[in-house]
């Protein structure tokens, strides 16, 4: 191979390269953004339980010391 050659190759492996990585730099984008998702589905789904709890502490004290008493229907 001649010198010029040899840096065809070589500028082409280059950009093979930095294509390569800008696609892995685009999927490990894609990935933080979903991790961000994620973490922020976790909070809203911890403050979803903290309220839960809170309306059904309100729910009992709205009825008194007494547990609410439920009639389960008979399927048959």
Aim: aromatic share 2%; hydrophobic share 35%.
């Amino acid at each position: 191979m001649t010198g010029v050659e040899q840096k065809e190759v070589a500028d082409r492996q280059l950009d093979a390269l930095l294509e390569r990585l800008d696609r892995l730099c685009d999927e490990v984008h894609g990935l933080t953004k979903r991790l961000d998702t994620n973490e922020q589905l976790l909070r809203i789904s911890r403050e979803l339980a903290t309220l839960n709890e809170s309306l059904q502490a309100l729910a009992y004290a709205a009825l008194g010391q007494q547990a609410p008493s439920v009639r389960r229907r008979r399927t048959g």
